[in-house]
Nanobody, 124 residues
Framework: QVQLVESGGGLVQAGGSLRLSCAAS????????MGWFRQAPGKEREFVAV???????YYADSVKGRFTISRDNAKNTVYLQMNSLKPEDTAVYYC??????????????????WGQGTQVTVSS
């Protein structure tokens, strides 16, 4: 099991930027794809971005061109740089470790370990 701790959330005005970090425990971090998801009040948790162990990235259409996911395997950390933030980006953001087995990288069910979440609030 991998322990995940997110940080970097906060309150920002529309058009602003935030960078989220997710620190992972464990020596096998580099072997797994790592994803970011978000959940707004009253809505289901949704896929935001994922980075494979080899560095390939995928994004939800709603954040493509504005968000960038990256990882530093030496630091066991994955990042989410969020630019041009919009009020509809307001949510609790979670990082998660892919289980390494499931074909899907977009489904919450494909991820075994989750962080506690960090709140991102974008004011208009």
């Amino acid at each position: 099991q991998v322990q995940l701790v997110e940080s970097g959330g906060g309150l920002v005005q529309a058009g602003g930027s935030l960078r989220l970090s997710c620190a992972a425990s464990g020596r096998t971090f580099s072997r797994y794809a790592m994803g970011w998801f978000r959940q707004a009040p009253g809505k289901e948790r949704e896929f935001v971005a994922v980075i494979r162990s080899g560095g390939t990235t995928y994004y939800a259409d709603s954040v493509k061109g504005r968000f960038t996911i990256s990882r530093d395997n030496a630091k066991n950390t994955v990042y989410l740089q969020m630019n041009s933030l919009k009020p509809e980006d307001t949510a609790v953001y979670y990082c998660a470790r892919h289980n390494g087995v499931s074909q899907s990288i977009y489904s919450t069910g494909s991820y075994d370990d989750w962080g506690q979440g960090t709140q991102v609030t974008v004011s208009s």
